[in-house]
């Protein structure tokens, strides 16, 4: 009765009805959504406009094609009638591709981190017409979402003036300022060591006690301070932390590359997406290592993570698509990379069986309901002292196993984002242009060439970067995290490539992310956003991508080194003193500055 008295209060008939606007849409995650019963509309000036207009709250959900949980509540409930119904009548239903507004999303993620402590995605924002967010969360189960709207409904049809003062108050909160002076670089340093430390888990590595991510740009971060300081006991900590991301479940170890996470402290049980980000950050992390430690496991891992990129998210024309979807074409999590009895007794004859099961300790029940996860488990050695075998025999047998594995995995279908997103590839070419400047490297030297050439031909305009390419059609705006990590990815090519082209290319880059993104009152992410407009930042954080502010910062100062521009270098050292009080109590969350300040006059 409820939910047909909300769609009884149906839109004013001097507006059009709503449809679905993301039917046939070029982007993969949007598409995927254009056949919802939901009137899913585009994030845009004309969608505020029109909520204004009908006084309506905006219900926004934002979520990306390779987020399990955001099938799941498309599942459940964006395919469901009855909660389309009162989606359709009581509020303006916005459908977004996080990866092509990552603006909107880190402040749609900050107001629901405030809101309820933690975000993820999907995440589901109800927005006043006036642009300000008023209740947010994630993943919302079927009946509990459809209590959510039909409660939220009433109290907007009720009482709009108040929930609408409420929500514009909480968005002129201001951000943090300075409250005590910023330490030095020493003490910077300092800090950002020790809070690192108290982070640190002694026995399975990286930090935290819960779910582990890479945490890459905290990783680059400590390795340049390890590089100055040699503290030995970080260092030890960050090879304990790469042996285990490297050695465990974080790792395809049939094709290699890295998946975003995994849901336990032990690196063992991965959440299955694997993302461009992740593994061109991690290639730069593992060779970045290598050199430091002096530890050609690393060179190797960094190698077959850059292999998998260009075997499973290269673009014919040399760009490389977003990332690889956690469920598969059945829309089974993880099922791509999964083995259940049958098909192992079908695939493996038993001398490779014995041998890859004992490594990957694939003999107990599956500790997924699709089946095992090949991981290294056991040592090699102790392996062929139990089956009577020679190390060699042991390896071998192992690497039969796997070929025949990959043989059949290869014609199973995961679904991929096709998406090509420029700061996710300036990353990429930075990592290549790494791999390139080894022995060795022609390989990656080529790639590196090939993507090069692409963002010049696809995604940079004259000055400008254009965000996203998808269908060979490239039209979205690029954000502060584009500029930064693709003058990052120009700069580290030409230092390999020699040609002053390249190295104009990331100055005229970096110039133009000075004019564009920086305010008398901080950064800010984009200079084209539909929400109102919010005091700037002083830095901003590392995440699951590094500052893209640091990133800024960094590559400015290089080049005001190199070309002895002394605007370049103020601007620089002007925004990276601002946030220096960050530090303080922050320092582990802008971990990508710290290294940074010693460049500070004293």
Known sequence: MLCAALFACAMTPTHAALENQVKHHSVPYLAMHGADPVHWQQWNPQTLER????????FVSVGFFSCYWCHVMQRESFRDAEIARVLNASFIPVIVDRELDPALDAALLQFVEQFRGSAGWPLNVFITPQGHPILGGVYFPRQEFLTVLARLAEHWKNEPEQLSALAEQAARESPPTATAPAPTGAAATAALIRQALELADPLSGGFGEQSKFPMSAQLLALLSTY???RDARLGEHLQLTLERMAALGLRDHLSGGFFRYTTDPAWRTPHFEKMLYDNALLATVYLRAARIFQRP??????????????TRLRDPQGGFYSSLSAVDEFGVEGAYYLWNEPTLQTVLDESDSAAARAVWNM??????DAGYLPVPEHDVESVAADLKLTV???RQRVKNARKKLLAVRDQRQLPIDTKIIAGWNGLALLALSEAAAQSGGEKYAIAARGLRDYLVKK?????????????????VAGVLEDYAYVTAGFLRYAAWSKNPADRAIASKLARTAWRRFYRPTGWVLTDHSVLPDRAGMAWTED???????AWLIAASLQLAKESGDAALKRNALDALARGGFLVNTQAFNYASHVPLLTQLPR
């Open 459 to 475: 995604l940079l305009r004259k000055d400008e970067v254009l965000r996203v390419s998808v269908a060979d059609s490239s039209t």
């Open 51 to 58: 909520a204004r207009q009908e006084q309506k709250l905006l």
């Open 543 to 549: 995440g699951a991508l590094p500052s893209p502010s």
């Open 363 to 368: 003999k107990d029940a599956p500790p997924f």
């Open 392 to 394: 060699a025999q042991v």
């Open 227 to 229: 590089e100055a300081q």
């Open 297 to 310: 496991d690393f060179v190797q891992v960094a190698r077959e993570t850059l292999d998998f990129m260009l």
